[in-house]
T-cell receptor
Framework: DTAVSQTPKYLVTQMGNDKSIKCEQN?????MYWYKQDSKKFLKIMFS???????INETVPNRFSPKSPDKAHLNLHINSLELGDSAVYFC????????????FGEGSRLTVL | DAKTTQPTSMDCAEGRAANLPCNHS???????VYWYRQIHSQGPQYIIH???NNETNEMASLIITEDRKSSTLILPHATLRDTAVYYC???????????FGAGTRLTVKP
């Protein structure tokens, strides 16, 4: 039973489309995150939610909109996809904000053509 | 959060200890040292963390110098499956996120 699961694992789409990536954790954690890892392999935090409330919002284009329907889910919706959005997106969770042990999903590879 | 400096890459022979250094000379008193690793095509994995004292768990040991300006992650008996990028992160206890640098690419060779 995967602790942090993301779907889809691979996503190929055209520029201008809108797409979503879903994330679910079954660890009972309060805090969830989205990270982006670009082609140069730098892993950057995008958003963090604690118990459905946004607590971290990095300088990310407003085409990216996270949604947390409950504390076990944090979905990422991206509007008007651009070539530069191609990356691997990782979801993670932790027991609480400030907890040092994050549990990551396997990643969702988004390719924008 | 304090900045960290790690070598870009290292090699280690299978079965030998892998010692991965990290410099964090600007670390402040309430900042912890965390280590994560990322095996190819997988999500990052937490390894260990510490504040002042040396720490050991089933995966690794963390040695922090007395002045806390540097640390070493030790994998006591490296295997081929330990080939990964290892990230040293310094973070304050009140911060809500984990920020990754470039890390060290460790290659364990047969």
């Amino acid at each position: 039973d995967t602790a942090v699961s993301q779907t889809p694992k691979y996503l190929v789409t055209q520029m201008g489309n809108d797409k979503s990536i879903k994330c679910e954790q079954n660890l009972g954690h309060d805090t969830m995150y989205w990270y982006k890892q670009d082609s140069k392999k730098f892993l950057k935090i995008m958003f963090s939610y604690n118990n459905k409330e946004l607590i971290i919002n990095e300088t990310v284009p407003n085409r990216f909109s996270p949604k947390s329907p409950d504390k076990a889910h944090l979905n990422l919706h991206i509007n008007s996809l651009e070539l530069g959005d191609s990356a691997v997106y990782f979801c993670a969770s932790s027991h609480q904000p400030g907890a040092g042990e994050l549990f990551f999903g396997e990643g969702s590879r988004l390719t924008v053509l | 959060d304090a900045k960290t400096t790690q070598p870009t890459s290292m090699d280690c022979a299978e079965g030998r200890a892998a010692n991965l250094p990290c410099n964090h000379s600007t670390i402040s008193g309430n900042e912890y040292v965390y280590w994560y690793r990322q095996i190819h095509s997988q999500g990052p994995q937490y390894i260990i963390h510490g504040l002042k004292n040396n720490e050991t768990n089933e995966m690794a040991s963390l040695i922090i110098t007395e002045d806390r300006k540097s640390s070493t992650l030790i994998l006591p008996h490296a295997t081929l499956r330990d080939t990964a990028v290892y990230y040293c992160i310094v973070r304050g206890a009140n911060n809500n996120d984990m920020r990754f640098g470039a890390g060290t690419r460790l290659t364990v060779k047969p």
